[in-house]
């Protein structure tokens, strides 16, 4: 099926079809897959119109989710929501965009002549990527025992990066406050030090996803909102730890980017726990990752008290738009207008860029 023209309903096979969120699908989404969603959901459409104000007035778009949603109408009528996904630029260029929820309904139609679930999902992806112009690259995260969205993420070109430990950790009351090796500090991710947290992201980032990531500090900054903390030496002006908040999590707390220099991996113990704790407060449960290979960071969460909830896999994938090959239309016509000249009869050229001038013959003065 040729792809859909961007910003069209795309119409499918058996009646259903994939479309911007709008308010009236709020109604239909209420099957157990979108329930958690609502929240942000609702946020999105509420985001939507003063999104566009400021994307006339202001110099940057902010990072608002964008939604689609396929739904079916059954011999009934009556409307059915098939799947859902939400997608977010992950930097002011829009070059990198993120799937932050793919999820497709566990109840199918009271007919059963729906599409798959794989179907669903592939094509919710497929047209989300179609109407992402400008995007370069994309990343999505899936879980490791969810086989039908690594199916769906495999059939649209991603490719898997590492695979994480997710764990979850609340703060316990504490008598005492985790003291700082000398000489770090404690200092707030803000306009002034989000230069000093951005490098330390890119070097603890392996080179590929760096790339594919393309951010710079203002994209750390959007993402944030400004919370976030870092273990600072001031000597060498150099950022050796650092925590800050991502999204909300669905099922409550917040998504923490978590990082530690690698030559500073023996932070790890009460700094880091001090740096987590500055964080976490007001904000409840904080959701980490870890590679599946880091044991060191692994035994630490343990012995910090987090919870291990599952394996997740990060994807991500290149995309590459065809560009269209114009020609030189007037370079051309020139050049075959030249052409055309010459092969006429009894006519002397025109000069033009394209011909040689003729040199007329030297005539001898002969004097009698």
């Keep these: ?37 609502q929240p942000l959901l609702q946020r999105a459409l509420l985001l939507a119109v003063p999104e566009r104000l400021i994307t006339a007035l202001a110099s940057h778009r902010p990072l608002v989710p964008q939604g689609l949603v396929a739904w079916q109408r059954d011999g009934r009528g009556r409307q059915h929501a098939l799947g859902l996904i939400l997608t977010r630029r992950l ?31 592939g094509a919710l992806l497929r047209e989300a990527i179609q109407r992402a112009r400008g995007a370069a690259s994309w990343i999505a995260v899936a879980a490791g025992v969810d086989d039908d969205r690594l199916a769906s993420l495999r059939e649209q070109g991603f490719q898997p990066q590492r695979t994480d430990r997710l764990w979850r950790w609340s703060a316990a009351p504490s008598a005492a406050t985790p ?14 030090t989000a230069p000093l947290l951005w490098h330390l992201e890119q070097a603890a980032c392996p080179a590929q996803l760096r790339h594919l990531l393309d951010r710079r500090v203002d994209d750390l900054l959007d993402q944030s909102h400004g919370r976030g903390w870092m273990l600072v030496d001031p000597s060498r002006r150099e950022a050796v730890a650092g925590a800050r908040l991502i999204s909300d999590h669905p099922a409550g707390g917040s998504l923490v980017e978590f990082t530690v220099h690698p030559g500073w991996s023996h932070l790890l113990g009460s700094a880091t726990e001090r740096l987590l704790r500055e964080l976490g407060e007001g904000h409840g449960p904080l959701w980490l990752v870890s590679e599946v290979g880091d044991h060191k960071r692994h035994t630490w969460l343990e012995t910090l008290g987090a919870e291990l909830r599952g394996e997740q896999v990060l994807m991500a994938r290149s995309v590459w738009r065809r560009q269209e090959w114009q020609p030189r239309h007037g370079l051309t016509r020139g050049r075959l207008a030249a052409v055309l000249e010459q092969l006429q009869p009894r006519r002397q050229p025109v000069p033009n860029p394209f011909t040689r001038r003729a040199v007329a013959p030297q005539r001898s003065l002969i004097v009698r």
Aim: charged share 15%; with cysteine.
């Design 179 to 192: 003291s700082l090796p000398a000489p770090l500090q404690l200092w707030p991710l803000n306009r002034r």
């Design 91 to 121: 930097n002011r260029s829009g070059s990198c965009w993120q799937v932050e929820h793919l999820r497709v309904a566990l109840c199918s139609p009271a007919e059963g002549h729906g599409p798959s679930r794989q179907e669903v999902g």
């Design 1 to 37: 099926m040729p792809a859909a023209r961007p910003g069209t309903p795309t119409a499918r096979p058996a009646e259903w079809t994939v479309e911007p969120l709008q308010g009236w699908h709020l109604p239909l989404l209420d099957d157990p897959a979108f329930l958690p969603l």
